[in-house]
């Protein structure tokens, strides 16, 4: 009692058509390839991650050695310097 028969499947997919419809049968092809594709993507992306991160490592440790630039009210230490002169 196995799907020897065509009729088998023939009713099994008659089934399948009125259970899940054709427009949903229709989208399974790209959707199951769209998938795989991220599936794969997913799998090499860990060596993409792990390079980005570290770029922004790089970037957030180079802007931490640089002098922060001045607020617009604030003064520099010149300008404090000549007006105690004066």
């Known amino acids: 009692m196995g799907f020897d028969s065509i009729w088998h499947w023939l009713i099994l997919l008659i ?3 009125l259970i899940f ?3 949903k049968i229709r989208n399974l092809g790209p959707d199951l390839g769209a998938a795989i594709r991220d599936f794969k993507k997913g799998l090499s992306g860990d060596d993409e991650a792990k390079q980005k991160e570290e770029e922004a490592a790089r ?3 180079e802007q931490l050695r640089a002098d922060p630039p001045p607020a617009a ?3 520099t230490q010149s300008q404090r310097d000549s007006s105690e002169t004066k």
């Open 73 to 75: 009210g604030s003064t």
């Open 21 to 23: 419809g054709t427009k």
């Open 59 to 61: 970037k957030s440790a």
């Open 15 to 17: 089934v399948v058509l």
